[in-house]
């Protein structure tokens, strides 16, 4: 096959100086139409080859020899081979295979999952390593035995769990994990509050006549959901749903690194001067306090207070979930004044992605407010997107956020302009690796 060839199968792509688009081929400036490629347009023969194969060999060899070594216990090791696999799979996978993957498996499995959830079903196969069959776990569940069966066959075939025989399933981590309900709320929670407003997004978009969303009343979240409240105010509504979220939010970054760990932020540069009374660390818009607990697990002997803010509600549920004591909980509206002057750092984490830069702006110029210069830090829990090879959790994140928001995951050029706009400044962008949030560190300008 000639170079031009292997090229023919993938929309755009370039090798060796010349570009390729839709059927046509670039050679020094001028665009041609490339024959094999209007052929497999013409008889489809594009959409059952493989969507890149020129990349195939190579992630081959990558796959190969990443996973010789693999530490699995380590989490970049890990990840690195899993990303080429994903990758290798994207190059061999053929069209017509990822439209059945996008159309068919994904929402199919989402609805077997939070049956499986609902039914309690992960918790009654994973509660040892037994292969349980659909009738032993219909008999446990009160579900209809046939219906279970054919549930349970798509989630073994979509490597949930483990199929040992004709109707016979062992766990799995992920089926573990669906019994833990930090983890298991996710998926109720994506179709009480995310996933309507995401699927209702380019309806919303067409209606905008494509512009980038910016009213957070009225974008496809209020479309989805069929509402005229604010996602928060619909959280407000809907203290069960508001439940599953914030249980959502204390687990979907657990086991990647953190900004308080060893070699990502300088966590000790904060403590010099700050005595016992004085407050440490506000987290504002802080949830359930999960990322103050983890700080007063990882740094121990830290001095000074630690303050969790958010809304009375969520505030509410903290204190049913028995914070660790030394945490203190206080109602707070970030958009008023900040009750808690001169602490050592602000710290806000996955909070202003949530609101558009006009919201952000008086978030911070609340915070600013409280500050005492030359002591006090706003520390920004964020994505940093970059400018190229931005990694699908983050660019995911960032639909959302357009969806059920109208707001944005931001570049480092976005957060310098905003923090600025409020009176502060970046001292340092401290990152440890794609998909992690950032840790902003900032000053008063
Ligand atoms: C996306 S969650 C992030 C929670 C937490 N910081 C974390 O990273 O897991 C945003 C948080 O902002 C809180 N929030 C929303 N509006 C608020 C307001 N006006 N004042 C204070 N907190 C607010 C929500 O209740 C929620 O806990």
Redesign the pocket.
Known sequence: MTETKSLTLNGASHTNGKAHTNGKIKVNGDVQPNEQLVDAFADGTVAISANTPELVPGLVDQVASLGKDVNLQDHKDRSTLLEAARSLVYALETPREAMIRYCWSQATLYAALETGVDLDVFAVLSKDEKPKTATDLAAATGADPVMLARILKHLAAMGVILETGPNEYRRTGISSSLSMKRYNDAYPCMTNCITAGVLALPAQLKKDSYANPSNGKDCAFQRGFNTDLHF?EFMKANPEIASQF?NH??AYHQGRPSWMDVGFYNVPSLFPNVEQNDVLLVDV???MG??LSEFRRKWRDAPGRLVL???PE?IAQAKIMQLHWSIEAME????TEQPIKGARAYYM???LH?WTDDHCRKILTGLVGAMKRGYSKVLINENVIPDTNAYWETTSLDLIMMADFASTERTEAHWHRLVESAGLKITKIWSAQKGVESLIECELA
Do not use: A, K, Y
């Not at 707070?332 to 958009?335: A, I």
């Open positions: 928060f914030n939010m204390s818009g802080g949830s999960h990322d803010q958010d809304l969520v707070h509206d970030f958009f984490h996955s909070v949530d």
